[in-house]
């Protein structure tokens, strides 16, 4: 049975939701879906999440799971308005999360009371894990270097590897996030991913258009692994750590680092209201590297 996928596209964030799906039987999961929030105003609402639920209701879906690639760094998670909505769906993740959740609950100065187990989660996936969703069925791959929390998901012929591998003309994620590593993700890819078919069709989690081309979202890992520009195959390991970590320390942070992952490690919920019914986020100064000097171009999360 090969499972019917619909891409979903935020152009705020170049963020791409997936709905993989079993025609048949109707049985389905998400994979990232987005929660809209602008920066300037700090306000949240649920368009590119709405569109999904729509599609999902049109077609009387039965979504089996909400599946979460990362603790994204650029768009808040939209997982928590998908299960109000779709009750008898989980949420998981890769385990690794447990890592980037003790990271950065230091970051954000976060009370002794929130959880670093990955608790905030129906479920924790492991490397190499099957799991039944309905009908469908679908392979963890843990593909760390852009986070230590990375997974790609495997349905059949086709994989979903959120910020691992981007389209071949925009190359990979970036590895200079808390617990990143460019050998990581070099690993990842060259030794994991690649040792995959040919044919086997690489749907990404960002399309950031280079050149200002059409929006495409995938790929067969074959043209990959003969023209990623940034990763491929003939590339070696030393070559590509070299010019990863040179091109990420030339970037800025991603637009909405502070607010995207906080709310994110929790499983995509939103702070706890105050005293005066008010939630608010929490962004330290001066946390990680200083910026590139010039703020004459922000690049998003991006990039090869």
């Known amino acids: 049975m090969k499972p019917h996928i619909e891409p979903f596209f935020d152009p705020r964030s170049s963020t791409l939701t997936y ?23 700090s306000r949240t609402w649920t368009e590119s ?18 599946l979460e690639t990362h603790a994204h760094a650029d768009h808040l998670s939209g997982s928590q308005v998908v299960r109000d ?35 905030q989660f129906d479920q924790l996936l492991e490397h190499g ?7 469908l069925e679908f392979e963890t791959i843990a593909t760390p270097g852009h986070t230590p929390a990375c997974v790609t998901y495997r349905f059949g012929d086709a994989i979903f590897t959120g910020d691992a591998l981007f389209m071949p003309d925009a190359g990979t994620g970036r590895t200079d996030f808390p617990g990143g590593s460019a050998a990581a993700l070099y690993h990842s890819i060259h030794e994991v991913l690649y040792a995959l078919p040919d044919d086997t ?15 495409e979202f995938g790929a067969p890992l074959g043209e990959h692994k003969a023209r990623n520009i940034a990763l ?13 970590e040179g091109r990420d320390a030339t970037l ?13 490690v929790d499983g995509g919920r939103l702070p706890s209201p105050e005293a005066n019914e008010q939630r608010y986020l929490r962004i330290p100064i001066n946390a990680f590297r200083p910026q590139p000097a010039s703020d004459a171009e922000l690049v998003v999360e991006e990039l090869a």
């Open 232 to 244: 491929p195959m003939t590339r070696t390991r030393e070559d590509f750590v070299l010019w990863r």
């Open 252 to 264: 800025h942070a991603p637009q909405l680092l502070f607010q995207s992952v906080q709310v994110n």
């Open 201 to 215: 069709w690489v749907f990404t989690g960002h399309d950031y258009q280079p050149g200002g081309r059409e929006l």
């Open 129 to 135: 894990e099957v799991t039944r969703a309905g009908s």
């Open 49 to 66: 999440v709405d569109v999904v639920l729509d599609f999902v209701r049109a077609r009387e879906l039965q979504v089996r799971y909400v």
């Open 19 to 41: 709905v993989v799906w079993d025609a048949q039987t109707r049985d389905a999961v998400v994979i990232d879906p987005v929660l809209d929030y602008d920066p300037r105003a």
């Open 85 to 119: 909505a779709l009750p008898n769906s989980k949420l998981a993740v890769g385990a690794g999360i447990i890592e980037v959740q003790r990271t950065f609950k230091d970051v954000f100065g976060l009370p002794d009371s929130f959880a670093t187990d990955g608790s």
